[in-house]
């Protein structure tokens, strides 16, 4: 639980090696094997049964699979916890303010329009608030406007569903 919780610690691996009288570095191939075992079968809230079945091929003695069993009967909420707590907390949209500018002449070309949107665009992220200020023309802001649409009818797909439920297990 320790490596789960804090990360890689080569000091303990060294220790364990040492006592082991192996190397080192199979001691830290064994725990992130171990604890890549236990992560995602509480990430995908793998029951008691299908776990012992998942850990039969691996070559273990009946008394360390009980353990190891154990160990993930003991410490799933924990770890599911730590997972949660892990998770990436992305800036996301807060506001939108924008202006419509449209040049009429200019000394040189007195028949051109030129227009022009400036956004101003707020978002936050973990209670921080940033401005953004954006430019473009109207034909890029289409073309923004489309792709965003596209992604949006993408994430309503039936695939998109399937790995989104798949994800947020």
């Not at 639980?1 to 006592?19: C, D, H, S, T, V």
């Not at 009967?73 to 800036?91: A, F, G, H, W, Y």
């Not at 202006?99 to 400036?118: F, G, I, M």
Request: hydrophobic share 40%; with cysteine; aromatic share 6%.
């Amino acid at each position: 639980m320790e490596f789960i919780r804090k990360g890689i610690n080569n000091k303990m691996y060294l220790i364990a090696a040492q006592k082991l009288s192996v190397d080192a570095e199979t001691v830290r191939h064994g725990v992130e094997g171990l604890m890549y075992l236990l992560a995602e079968s509480a990430k995908l809230m793998v029951t008691d049964i299908d776990f012992q079945d998942s850990i039969l091929t691996l070559g273990f003695s009946d008394e360390m699979k009980k353990e190891l069993l154990r160990f993930y009967v003991d410490n799933c909420k924990e770890i599911r916890t730590v997972q949660s707590e892990m998770v990436m907390d992305l800036p996301h949209y807060h506001n939108l303010e924008w202006r419509l500018d449209v040049e009429l002449a200019s000394r040189s070309l007195h028949h051109q329009t030129t227009p022009s949107l400036l956004l101003k665009l707020h978002t936050e992220d973990s209670g921080n608030k940033t401005t953004q200020l954006l430019e473009t023309d109207p034909s890029n802001l289409l073309h923004m406007t489309k792709c965003l649409e596209g992604a949006l009818a993408e994430v309503k797909s039936q695939h998109c569903r399937r790995i989104m439920r798949n994800i947020n297990k």
